[in-house]
C-alpha cells in the first residue's frame, strides 16, 4: 500500500491482520504528523510493516526522484526512516520509489547505506483510476488469478481501494492464495 498513513489506514491493516495477510504500507514522511504516527504504530502493531516511499510524493512538485541528487534521496529517506522507527519502534526495512523511479546510484545508495530493501509490484491495480470497488476487487482477481501469483500494488487513501482490499484479503485465503511475509522477500533480496 502507498501514500499513506491516512483516515482509512487503520482499517486496511486491520483487515490484513484479520485475513493473516501482511503487507508494506509505503509511507509519505509529509504524512507523519502525530495522527500519522499513531497510524504507523498501529500498522506495526498488527504485524504489518511500515516502509519508506520518501517525503513528498516524489519530488515536492511531482516530479520522479530521479531530479534529486543521491544525497538529497538518501538525507530525505534517512529522515522518513527515523519518523518511521520512533513511531513503531523498528526500523523500516523496505521502500518503493514513487512511480517505481529511482537512479541505480540512490537504489545501492538505500540498500547500502540504509538497509532498505527496494520494492516493486507485478500487478499494478491501478486503483486510483476507478471508483468502483467492485470493479476494482474483480480486476485484481482476474490479474492475480491469470498470473498464479504477484505483488499487488494498491492505495490505503482511497475508499475504492480500501473497500476493494479488505475483500481481497478474505478472497486470497478462500482460494488457496498464501500471502508470504515481506521478511521472506527481505531475504530472498540478501541472498538468504
Known amino acids: 500500500f502507498d501514500d499513506g498513513p491516512g483516515p482509512m489506514t487503520e482499517g486496511v491493516s486491520s483487515a490484513m491482520k484479520a485475513a493473516r495477510a501482511p503487507a508494506v504500507f509505503f509511507v ?18 498488527d504485524g504489518n510493516f511500515p516502509g ?29 526512516a527515523g519518523s518511521i522507527k520512533a513511531a513503531s519502534g523498528e526500523a523500516p526495512a523496505f521502500f518503493r520509489p514513487p512511480y517505481g523511479i529511482i537512479t541505480p546510484d540512490a537504489l545501492r545508495a538505500l540498500s547500502s547505506d540504509l538497509g532498505l530493501v527496494p520494492v516493486g509490484w507485478t500487478i499494478d491495480s491501478l486503483d486510483w483510476s476507478t471508483k468502483d470497488p467492485d470493479v476494482l476487487f474483480d480486476k485484481v482477481t482476474g490479474m492475480i488469478k491469470s498470473r498464479g501469483k504477484g505483488m499487488v500494488l494498491m492505495h490505503d487513501i482511497h475508499p475504492q481501494s480500501v473497500a476493494a482490499a479488505k475483500r481481497l ?4 485465503g478462500e482460494n488457496g492464495f498464501k500471502v508470504v511475509s515481506p521478511e521472506r522477500m527481505a531475504a530472498a533480496y540478501r541472498g538468504k
Open 52 to 80: 519508506v516511499h520518501g517525503y513528498w510524493h516524489a519530488t515536492e512538485d511531482g516530479k520522479p526522484l530521479t531530479a534529486y541528487s543521491t544525497d538529497k534521496i538518501l538525507r530525505q529517506f534517512t529522515s522518513v
Open 169 to 172: 484479503a478474505v478472497w486470497l
Open 28 to 45: 509519505l514522511g509529509s504524512k507523519l504528523n502525530a495522527t500519522g504516527r499513531e497510524r504507523v504504530k498501529a500498522e506495526a502493531a
